[in-house]
């Protein structure tokens, strides 16, 4: 027996020992065989919005599922920089998965799958393909344009604004169905629409808000990350009120907040996740949810919020379902300038 190792040792002892050594061995096994998710959030995973969101799904997706995961923040919104983290996460972690949170990403997400063919990628709020990529996407397009519907039925001055960041997929999307939602629900109010180029820039929100209220504006319907913050302080000061997105904004500041177009984007990391995990991963596919998943796509309004016009947010959430009416994906009108 000299001439075993420490290392044979142990495993000729744990194959005498029989099925007491089989629950140590069978851990290390599954724990090995786990499969690998990593994960790209560009910007900040808690900035109250969309990056939180995302990581929020991904982090329920690591505490409920037998996965491992791994990733990214704090990266540019700007394609070469996505693709050099993509390609980072791919490269160190050699994932099964990897994921993309955001329409940001088309492109960089386009590029590092066919760079990597052997690992399936996804991107969130994503309406691409490719052989190994599929697009999971929850659509807050329905509940903005009932943001607008809301927006044009409790404005008191007739002008409404809405303002986001960058010019992504996703959000051109949802600006073009809140706008449709407020011609929709009184074709004589005013829209004033403005993408500021920066998602988390706060004193660039404030002044957005002081020149859309100037012009009018007594209900703003922010898709913004950090940049949010000074869009609410500023709405505060003015005494104007706002409508949120992602999350409940009228729990969290209800003395802003009218309203909030709850889209849980977190539900598309997750749900991707989980098909990993039930071996029901399809590439090559787009997955979507929006109204018929209240507990993923809804709007929500303040308590205080008239019952004429709750019942009729009512029959046009029906109209959409039913199809009815069809949720506008373009916008072709002005912009607002400050």
Same mark, same amino acid.
């Given at each position: 027996m000299t001439g075993l190792t420490r290392r044979q040792l142990l495993l000729a002892t744990c194959a005498a020992a029989g099925t007491l050594a089989t629950p140590w061995l069978s851990r290390r096994v599954l724990a090995a065989s786990k499969p690998v998710v990593a994960a790209l959030f560009c910007g900040h995973i808690d900035d109250n919005g969309f990056m939180q969101a995302g990581y929020q799904g991904f982090k329920k997706a690591m505490d409920q599922l037998a996965l491992s995961g791994h990733y990214k923040d704090q990266v540019a919104n700007e394609t070469q920089a996505q693709i050099a983290a993509l390609r980072e996460l791919a490269t160190h972690y050699k994932p099964d998965l990897l994921i993309a949170h955001g329409g940001q990403n088309t492109d960089a997400a386009l590029a590092v799958a066919k760079e990597f063919p052997d690992i399936?990628?996804?991107?969130?709020?994503?309406?691409?393909?490719?052989?190994?990529?599929?697009?999971?996407?929850?659509?807050?397009?329905?509940?903005?344009?009932?943001?607008?519907?809301?927006?044009?039925?409790?404005? +008191?001055?007739?002008?409404?604004?809405?303002?986001?960041?960058?010019?992504?997929?996703?959000?051109?999307?949802?600006?073009?169905?809140?706008?449709?939602?407020?011609?929709?629900?009184?074709?004589?109010?005013?829209?004033?629409?403005? $993408?500021?180029?920066?998602?988390?820039?706060?004193?660039?929100?404030?002044?957005?808000?002081?020149?859309?209220? +100037?012009?009018?504006?007594?209900?703003?319907?922010?898709?913004?990350?950090?940049?949010?913050?000074?869009?609410?302080?500023?709405?505060?000061?003015?005494?104007?009120?706002?409508?949120?997105?992602?999350?409940?904004?009228?729990?969290?500041?209800?003395?802003? $907040?009218?309203?909030?177009?709850?889209?849980?984007?977190?539900?598309?990391?997750?749900?991707?996740?989980?098909?990993?995990?039930?071996?029901? $991963?399809?590439?090559?596919?787009i997955f979507k949810v929006g109204l018929q998943q209240p507990d993923a796509v809804r709007l929500i309004m303040a308590p205080d919020t008239p019952d004429v016009v709750r019942q009729r947010i009512s029959a046009l959430q029906q109209d959409i379902l039913s199809g009815k009416i069809e949720v506008e994906a373009e916008f072709n009108g002005p912009e607002f300038q400050i």
């Open positions: 399936r990628l996804v991107i969130t709020q994503g309406a691409v393909t490719a052989s190994n990529l599929s697009s999971y996407d929850v659509r807050q397009e329905e509940s903005a344009w009932l943001a607008g519907a809301y927006a044009a039925l409790m404005t +008191k001055t007739g002008v409404v604004a809405h303002q986001s960041g960058i010019r992504v997929p996703p959000g051109l999307r949802a600006r073009a169905s809140y706008a449709a939602g407020v011609k929709h629900a009184n074709p004589e109010v005013k829209l004033l629409t403005n $993408f500021s180029g920066n998602q988390d820039d706060i004193e660039l929100a404030a002044r957005v808000t002081q020149a859309q209220a +100037k012009a009018g504006a007594d209900i703003i319907y922010t898709m913004l990350n950090k940049g949010r913050s000074g869009t609410t302080q500023a709405c505060r000061e003015l005494g104007i009120k706002q409508i949120g997105n992602v999350i409940d904004w009228v729990a969290r500041e209800p003395d802003v $907040f009218i309203g909030s177009a709850w889209a849980d984007v977190g539900i598309g990391v997750f749900q991707a996740c989980k098909d990993l995990s039930e071996n029901k $991963f399809e590439s090559g596919k």
